[in-house]
């Protein structure tokens, strides 16, 4: 099997593992990965986040997201377009976003970022012990997190979705920092 029937392989499996996973458990963990990022965000001194909006089963970073907007933290989201870019838009508000391609969404607001971002939020299907992070196939991501040598990439991810080692292209990006922990430690 080619590394691209790997990752097509292994998208399935995760999506349907992040589907599975228990609402009650979910949202106990969802709020512990904002807190966590928030720790990181404040302890850090950020002052531009980029972060994707989540779409399904992903980690919901609405609660962080509304935090940095209380805040005065410059919020950064992307719009996906076409030949595997991202346009870099100022968030100002969750009640002002438009859908984009395949589920996604990013602030209607055409207002472009173009400057240095402290931390890039990146989302993902999976993980492995080594920080690279399996996407959803489009290498979006791969393409902008090279624009920025200077941002803490962080990835945050359910437990189940980490694997010992990711099939891997030359293209993929590894991430400097995981958010994760085993579910039993979220529900005591």
């Known amino acids: ?18 589907n599975t996973i228990p609402l009650s458990i979910k949202k106990q963990y969802d709020e512990w990965v904002c807190d966590e990022l ?13 972060t994707y909006l ?9 609660p962080l997201i509304e935090f940095m907007l209380e805040n005065s933290i410059t919020v950064i989201s992307p719009k996906t377009l076409p030949n595997r870019k991202l346009e ?25 970022y ?7 939020i990146v989302p993902g299907l999976a993980f492995d012990e080594f ?3 399996l996407g959803y196939g489009g290498g979006y991501y791969d393409n902008f997190l090279c624009t920025q040598p ?3 990439k962080v990835g945050a991810y359910y437990p189940t979705q980490k694997t010992e080692t990711l099939p891997r292209e030359n293209h993929d990006f590894r991430l400097d920092k995981i958010v994760y922990k085993d579910f039993d430690q979220t529900t005591a």
């Open 1 to 18: 099997m080619s590394v691209i029937e790997k990752k097509k392989h292994l998208r399935r499996a995760m999506i349907e593992k992040r």
């Open 38 to 50: 928030k720790k990181l965000i404040i302890d850090s001194k950020f002052k531009v986040v980029h």
């Open 54 to 62: 989540p779409m399904s089963s992903e980690i919901d970073l609405i």
């Open 88 to 112: 870099n838009r100022f968030l100002t508000s969750l009640q002002d976003l438009e859908k984009g391609v395949a589920g996604t969404s990013h602030p209607a607001n055409p207002s472009i």
């Open 114 to 120: 173009m400057g240095p971002i402290d931390m890039i």
């Open 131 to 133: 920080n690279y992070r």
């Open 150 to 152: 200077n941002a803490l």
